[in-house]
């Protein structure tokens, strides 16, 4: 999957805030992400990541 820093995801399930859009601040073997809603920050595998994406926008 083609992913870049600056694009926004739209994951399957939402976050605990209620949104579903996550901005990608770090790529590579595993992600960074930020929350659009609360603008909580997460890093994790990117094999887990990416099975939960519904959607990539640039």
Same mark, same amino acid.
């Given at each position: 999957? $083609?992913?870049? %820093?600056?694009? !926004?995801?739209?994951?399957? @399930?939402?976050?605990? *805030? +209620?949104?579903? $859009?996550?901005? %990608?601040?770090? !790529?590579?073997?595993?992600? @960074?992400?930020?929350? *659009? +809603? ?12 990416? @099975? ?7």
């Amino acid at each position: 999957m $083609d992913i870049q %820093v600056g694009d !926004t995801l739209t994951m399957k @399930k939402p976050h605990p *805030c +209620g949104s579903r $859009d996550w901005l %990608v601040l770090r !790529t590579g073997a595993d992600f @960074k992400l930020r929350c *659009c +809603g609360c603008g909580h920050e997460v890093m994790g595998a990117r094999s887990k990541f990416e @099975k939960n994406i519904r959607q990539v926008r640039r």
